[in-house]
């Protein structure tokens, strides 16, 4: 899944650079700042795949392309969130929040067999939650550790 390769491979720049920056590891700023690039990464999904991500959300909510431009500019505003002290425990825990309010929407398109990208009907299904959930498990647990826990 690229957002976790977004999210390690910045990881591993960030720690480079902030010892060459810093003269030390700083592994906290360092995940942060990896998870602020994750997040930006997959907010531009937000505009990309409009019709294909607004499938998954239940037919019940209204405003689906609304609502999925909203959530792509609420993730921008936790990337930028996170990389400022001063917010980074605030926009932590709405973070972690916002990731298990999502959570939903994935297990709603899996069971649908939503190709968010495409648009389609032909998605992974069920066994995209076998990767999906144990991802947003560690997209909290990575959160928690590097904004709350610090």
């Known amino acids: 899944m690229?957002?976790?390769?977004?999210?390690?491979?910045s990881f591993i720049i960030a720690v480079l650079v902030t010892k060459i920056?810093?003269?030390e590891y700083d592994f906290a700023l360092a995940a942060r700042i990896?998870?602020?690039?994750?997040?930006?990464?997959t907010a531009i999904g937000h505009f990309i795949f409009t019709q294909g991500m607004s499938m998954m959300i239940?037919?019940?909510?209204?405003?689906?392309?609304?609502?999925?431009?909203l959530t792509g500019v609420f993730e921008i505003l936790m990337a930028i969130g996170l990389v400022i002290p001063r917010f980074t425990y605030i926009s932590g825990w709405t973070l972690i929040i916002f990731l298990l309010l999502?959570?939903?929407?994935?297990?709603y398109?899996?069971?649908?067999?939503?190709?968010y990208q495409k648009g389609t009907f032909d998605?992974?299904?069920?066994?995209?939650?076998?990767?999906?959930i144990p991802l947003q498990i560690l997209f909290i647990i990575w959160t928690?550790?590097?904004?709350?826990r610090m």
């Open 2 to 9: 690229k957002p976790l390769g977004v999210l390690l491979s």
């Open 21 to 23: 920056v810093y003269k």
């Open 34 to 41: 990896a998870m602020s690039i994750m997040l930006s990464f």
């Open 58 to 69: 239940p037919k019940f909510i209204p405003f689906k392309e609304s609502f999925v431009y």
């Open 102 to 107: 999502m959570l939903p929407a994935n297990i």
């Open 109 to 115: 398109g899996a069971i649908n067999h939503i190709n």
């Open 123 to 132: 998605g992974n299904g069920l066994s995209y939650l076998w990767f999906r």
């Open 144 to 148: 928690y550790i590097c904004t709350i």
